[in-house]
């Protein structure tokens, strides 16, 4: 167990619906980093938050969102939904802020929410 | 723009053989990462490689880095079942968005 949750753990929608994804970090870890799995995309990285702010921004769609809050939990917004979106949403954590110097960037993964879209 | 590149992406092997898994990448990094995940799972974070010459152990997994080569592996040794997953490298970018760019993934499959 890594320490960070995900929920819900499956989610199955129809097309053009809108669904969120919840995220709780590790205890004390400041960053969340959203990743989307599929088989054709392998593992790419969607979105960084850092204590409440976006701090990088990776292969993700307009139509995807995420915050972070004060308590540190995030949430991925997907809206209009498609069925290529289908795919398991990753949330991970680290300390680091994402500074070039800081301390090394070791992300502990949550257990995913598998999206289907139909 | 980094890229991140294992070999090989499928890998079947008898328990007891030894194999290493190859991961290359573009650009300038020295920090280096190795996960593991089951199917269906998550990815569990195996080892963190942070300078030139870095090697980290743990029971049969053997990793190590050469940040001249830009290149990491991960070598098996006396492969048992249990080490059957999807392994997969990422490596740090430093520049621009601060986020780990990972490889396809080596599908491992030890049979008996």
């Known amino acids: 167990d890594s320490g960070v949750t995900q929920t819900p753990k499956h989610l199955i929608t129809a097309t053009g619906q809108r669904v969120t994804l919840r995220c709780s970090p590790r205890?004390?870890?400041?960053?969340v980093y959203w990743y989307q799995q599929s088989l054709d995309q392998g593992l790419q990285f969607l979105i960084q938050y850092y204590n409440g702010e976006e701090r990088a921004k990776g292969n993700i769609l307009e139509r995807f969102s995420a915050q972070q809050f004060p308590d540190l939990h995030s949430e991925l917004n997907l809206s209009s939904l498609e069925l290529g979106d289908s795919a398991l949403y990753f949330c991970?954590?680290?300390?680091?802020?994402?500074?070039?110097?800081?301390?090394?960037?070791?992300?502990?993964f949550g257990p995913g929410t598998r999206l289907t879209v139909l | 723009e980094l890229k991140v590149e294992q070999n090989p992406l499928f890998l079947s092997m008898q328990e007891g053989k030894n194999y290493t898994i190859y991961c290359n990448y573009s650009?300038?990094?020295?920090?280096l990462y190795w996960y593991r995940q089951d199917p269906g799972k998550s990815l569990e974070s195996l080892f963190v490689?942070?300078?030139?010459?870095a090697v980290k152990q743990e029971g049969r997994l053997m990793a190590s880095l050469d940040t001249k080569a830009r290149l990491s592996t991960l070598h098996i040794t006396a492969a048992v079942h249990d080490l059957s997953a999807t392994y997969f490298c990422a490596v740090d970018s430093l520049q621009g968005a601060q986020k780990l760019v990972f490889g396809q993934g080596t599908r491992l499959t030890i049979n008996p």
């Open positions: 205890s004390g870890d400041l960053s």
């Open positions: 490689l942070l300078s030139n010459g």
């Open positions: 650009t300038t990094s020295d920090r």
């Open positions: 991970a954590s680290s300390v680091r802020s994402g500074g070039i110097l800081s301390s090394y960037n070791e992300q502990f």
